[in-house]
């Protein structure tokens, strides 16, 4: 080679090398575990790619590099639980440095120009191109998951000081929570149907559906675990704030969306709803007079 590299530049190499065939690893895992074709060969091009990447590194850093087994079942474990899209742009996050250094060697070095426009653009296209039904179904979810937030957080913290007692406020939020999910399930799939066909209208309705419950079984939790309903209350609220963060955090990692505003934005709302039912409910007590 006529290139001079310093040594510090060889390490960073050396780091990149070892990214890019764990990468290879991922990606050949994740293309023979998924079903669908499309997706599996476009995981296979990727794949090569990445090691295409690795051997032209290891032509400056002179050495073969093991990948990081750790890693390869990190992300192949997320990948497979919240969907490849997800997993693959949570893991391509965290190599921004490895780009950087690509491009600034690029300015000097022609294969180094080559592979930062590969690691940037092509990768970015192929990913773009992953068929995937999470994703096609989030503002189903978005749906149900709101709904659930606001209604149930507002419901559950008016009952909180209406009922003072834990049972009864769980047994409430639940017989409301269910039929909730049924009502907003039915019209999703009435809304959805007059736009789809009945099969996807059915899995949109089935993913509002899902969300709704699991949203409503997380914030109804703590009042089945605790006698105390002030504490269940303020677990709940946490419960929901958490719920919104790692919903969000999801979607904005999946789907290339702000995080910051979109969380604030939610939990903004669920907690207001809240704080006015809890008054609401308060007062509601006080004017009936009811004692329980």
Excluded: W
Aim: hydrophobic share 45%; aromatic share 10%.
């Amino acid at each position: 080679m006529n290139y001079k590299i310093d040594a510090d530049t060889i390490e960073s190499l050396k780091k990149a090398q070892k990214n890019e065939i764990t990468e290879y690893h991922i990606y050949s895992k994740l293309s023979s575990f998924i079903k669908n074709e499309h997706n599996s060969k476009v995981l296979k091009q990727i794949a090569q790619d990445e090691l295409s990447h690795h051997n032209e590194l290891k032509k400056f850093t002179g050495t073969d590099m093991k990948p990081n087994i750790l890693k390869i079942y990190f992300y192949t474990f997320i990948s497979l639980i919240f969907g490849i899209t997800f997993g693959i742009k949570l893991m391509e996050k965290g190599e921004s440095g490895a780009e950087k250094l690509y491009r600034e060697l690029g300015n000097k070095i022609e294969e180094f120009k080559t592979i930062a426009k590969e690691e940037n653009k092509h990768e970015e296209e192929l990913i773009e191109i992953i068929e995937e039904e999470k994703l096609q179904f989030v503002g189903s979810m978005v749906l149900g998951l709101n709904d659930a937030l606001v209604e149930l957080t507002g419901t559950l913290a008016g009952l909180t000081f209406a009922l003072k007692n834990t049972r009864l406020i769980a047994l409430s939020g639940l017989i409301t929570g269910i039929a909730a999910t049924l009502s907003m399930a039915a019209s999703e799939y009435l809304s959805a149907r007059t736009e789809q066909e009945s099969s996807r209208a059915l899995k949109s309705s089935l993913y509002t559906g899902g969300a709704y419950v699991f949203t409503v079984a997380c914030l109804v939790f703590p009042y089945l675990l605790f006698s105390n309903y002030v504490l269940s209350l303020v677990l709940t609220i946490i419960m929901a704030i958490l719920i919104i963060l790692v919903f969000n955090f999801y979607i904005s990692v999946a789907k290339d969306l702000p995080f910051k505003q979109r969380f604030f934005e939610m939990a903004g709302i669920s907690l207001g709803v809240a704080v006015i039912s809890f008054i609401i409910g308060h007062f509601v007590r006080l004017f009936l007079g009811v004692d329980v």
